[in-house]
Structures are given as C-alpha cells and as structure tokens.
C-alpha cells in the first residue's frame, strides 16, 4: 500500500457556520456533527428525540467539553 508519512503542513476541518437566528436546527446539526462521537446519524442523534435542539440540549455537557 505504500509508505505514510506526516504531512508537511497541517490539516484544517472547514465547516458551515450556521446562523443560531435563522437556520436554528442546521446549526445544532452541525454542532453535533463536529464535537460528539457518533456513527449512523439517525440513530445517534434522533431516535430518542424529535428535533436535533433536543438532542444537542442533552448532550450540551460533552458538546462544551469538546469545544472548550
């Protein structure tokens, strides 16, 4: 396959930034996207809760963790 080697220069993840006014659930979407561990998305973000505020309201602990 192939030697690995580091890379030269860093790697950078880019990401949407949504509007928390506007596009309310797209931004909780993208917060639980980046800063939880998660594998099927419909699994482990929506089958206990209906919108993805409610799932991000649960997991605000480990979000915040992460972030910070």
Excluded: P
Aim: charged content about 25%; some cysteine; hydrophobic content about 30%.
């Amino acid at each position: 396959m192939g030697k690995m080697c580091h890379r030269k220069t860093h790697a950078i993840l880019m990401s949407h930034k949504f509007s928390v006014q506007t596009e309310l659930e797209k931004y909780y979407h993208s917060e639980l996207i980046m800063y939880t561990a998660w594998q099927e998305e419909e699994r482990d973000f929506l089958s206990d809760f209906d919108t993805y505020n409610e799932s991000h309201t649960s997991q605000l602990n480990e979000i915040t963790a992460v972030k910070n």
